[in-house]
């Protein structure tokens, strides 16, 4: 007799025993799974959150103690997480307005590297040069407001009113707009075409 109770007691509890762990399985597992969901996003977000250095339509102006204004405008700007008073630019305009000088220098490049602290800015690739009737052009260009001096290098085409020079280098003094052209190496020449009175280009070189 106690052994036909046991028979039946087991056949109808034992299948409810193991229904009750195995949807207690399920649940512990799904849980986990959440956890380990939830956690994975969490990291993915705090990553997008380090990139967020992301500046848009920057202005930034700045002048020295000596009146100096220098004006900087790019479409785009980010930050250095490792050094944060450099900014790299994209699309870039500066202004270059020098005290008692009438004379404006307008700088355009794809890039820049801008410090905003000490106002050096290495500008690259399209680079080009405005004031008065003058023009340059080249790849590179590094500034110093604190020198008033400026160097253009690689590719350097310098236009005025009267002739067009080719070379190397072209460095200009930002306050007396005297400007020094030359080339690396000695023994090669700077390429200058003369603007004659009929409108040709005559090709001189010294």
């Known amino acids: 007799m106690k052994n036909k109770i046991f028979k ?9 025993i193991l229904l009750t762990g195995y949807f207690k399985f399920i649940k512990d597992n ?14 993915a977000i705090e ?6 250095n992301i500046i848009k339509n920057i202005k930034h102006v700045s002048k020295d103690l ?32 020098i005290k008692d000088n009438l004379d404006i220098v307008i700088i355009t490049s794809n ?8 106002y050096d800015t290495i500008f690259s690739e399209n680079v080009v040069v405005n004031y008065s009737e003058n023009k340059i052009t ?12 400026m160097t253009i290098s690689e590719n350097v085409i310098y236009t005025n009113s ?3 020079l080719k070379a190397d ?35 001189i070189s010294n």
């Open 169 to 203: 280098v072209a460095e200009m003094d930002i306050k007396s707009k005297d400007t020094k052209i030359f080339m690396y190496e000695n023994y090669k020449k700077i390429n200058i075409q003369s603007k004659n009175y009929n409108g040709n280009n005559k090709k």
């Open 111 to 118: 890039f820049a590297q801008y410090n905003i602290q000490s």
């Open 162 to 164: 009267e002739n067009i």
């Open 66 to 97: 000596k009146g100096n204004e220098y004006i900087v405008e790019a479409l785009e700007g980010e930050i250095n997480l490792s050094n944060t008073d450099i900014m790299y630019l994209k699309d870039v305009t500066a202004t270059i307005k």
């Open 8 to 16: 039946i007691f087991f056949i109808f509890f034992f299948p409810i």
């Open 47 to 52: 990553d997008d959150s380090n990139n967020s």
């Open 138 to 149: 080249g790849e590179n260009l590094d500034f110093s407001l604190v020198n008033n001096l």
């Open 30 to 43: 799904t849980s986990v799974n959440n956890e380990k969901l939830n956690e994975g996003s969490s990291v």
